[in-house]
């Protein structure tokens, strides 16, 4: 104690002040950082995040020549294989397409009847996101089920049934209509159907593969080569995806592509605003050891009278140690619950889009004392030398 009133004649209460702003604004910035990319980290692995695990749907761009029937959209054996090699793809598959033509119909509450040709495609159930048990077909069932992308039943509600007369249908009453399934080829066959759920994942009518794979023996002309393919991706914002696309002249269904680029921009944006943080915190820790040096010199004297009278260099330090080490709990305690009011406070904001950011990860803390010990350690043996060199 009475070492503390001795040497703290001299300590400048702006220069103080400064280095806990400082210091305060650059852990803030860090910590929050480091929250942040810890909750966008959670989005890229959710299956159902913005950004997360997901598929590519890709084709062919048709032109011109496609048009006159010269050329192909279609996926050879070598393109296959190529792909297939590619080091951001994890799984991939071809789709099958049905080589016979399909007609439903269906009747309605009020005698009305309507029917269209329909195209039937299939991808093994491992790509797609539908959990439903009536999804499954074996031979020898006269029951096909069905599934549906979403947009066409908005298509359908918005577009095509109020100029027909027809009535607007919710995913619920349309997953209780009973279709009559024709089906032409080598020979004819009728099954009953029924659509047993909805995707956002690929744009087309799908039917289970073992039905697939078992009507284009029984009914069509044989199998035919892919047009489209559906990929799944180690990591959706590599940035080798789109420009292999691009080179290749492939299209890819639902802008996947410019999710991952906006998800890689998010990503770099995040080290951007750390990068600047820890330039802040180091920037506070040089005006700390500036404003040490120049207590230090001021209190020369008092340090060789107390050396020559018997203190040691670590008791003499003691004193601006100690207030380093309680300014930098205070900048502590202060950063975290900064950090963990912002949290909660976009947490809100994002919760619809991104349930995952409810999830509070608590090793921000362990960055945060982690950081603050390594700078309070550095002051700590820096006051010592100083000191020590005074005192020789």
């Known amino acids: 104690m009475l070492l503390w009133k001795l040497l703290r004649k001299n300590i400048v209460i702006g220069q103080l002040l400064g280095y806990w702003v400082a210091t305060l604004l650059g852990l803030t910035i860090v910590l929050f950082s480091i929250q942040f990319y810890y909750d966008i980290q959670g989005i890229f692995s959710s299956e159902k995040g913005v950004f997360g695990r997901d598929f590519l749907v890709i084709s062919k761009k048709v032109s011109v020549l496609n048009t006159l029937k010269v050329g192909s959209t279609d996926f050879d054996k070598k393109e296959m294989e190529q792909l297939q ?7 991939m598959s071809g789709f099958t397409v049905a080589s016979y033509q399909v007609y439903a119909s269906a009747q309605l509450n009020n005698d009305k009847k309507f029917g269209t040709l329909l ?11 539908i959990e439903n048990d009536e999804w499954h077909w074996q031979q020898g069932m006269d029951f096909v089920p069905i599934v549906l992308p979403k947009s066409y039943l908005t298509l359908y509600n918005f577009g095509f049934a109020p100029g027909q007369g027809l009535p607007q249908l919710s995913d619920k009453t ?27 994942r690929i744009n087309s009518i799908l039917v289970p593969q073992s039905f697939m794979d078992w009507a284009n023996a029984e009914y069509g002309t044989g199998v035919t080569p892919s047009s489209r393919v559906i990929i799944e991706p180690h990591n959706l914002t590599d940035p080798a995806i789109g420009k292999y696309f691009s080179n290749h002249n492939y299209d890819i269904a639902n802008d996947k592509a410019t999710a991952g680029e906006a998800s890689s921009f998010l990503r770099t944006l995040i080290f951007i605003v ?15 050891l500036l404003s040490i040096n120049l207590l230090i010199q001021k209190n020369h004297t008092k340090i060789e009278n107390l050396s020559l ?12 140690q100690g207030l380093v080490i309680i300014l930098n709990i205070f900048v502590l305690a202060m950063a975290l619950g900064i950090v963990s009011w912002l949290h909660k406070y976009y947490a809100r904001s994002f919760q619809s889009m991104m349930p995952e950011v409810e999830n509070f990860n608590w090793s921000f803390i362990a960055w945060g004392l982690g950081i603050i010990t390594l700078l309070t350690l550095i002051n700590i043996i820096w006051i010592g030398l100083k000191v020590r060199d005074i005192r020789k």
Do not use: C, N
């Open 85 to 91: 090699s590619q080091s951001f793809v994890k799984r």
């Open 309 to 320: 009278l018997g203190y040691s260099t670590r008791s003499i330090a003691l004193p601006y």
């Open 174 to 200: 349309i997953s209780m209509l009973t279709l009559k399934i024709e089906i032409s080829g080598k020979k004819h066959g009728v099954f009953k159907s029924r659509i047993v759920g909805f995707t956002d």
């Open 119 to 129: 195209f039937f495609e299939s991808v093994p159930d491992e790509y797609l996101d």
């Open 274 to 288: 750390m990068g600047i943080g820890i330039i802040i915190t180091l920037l506070a820790l040089g005006l700390m």
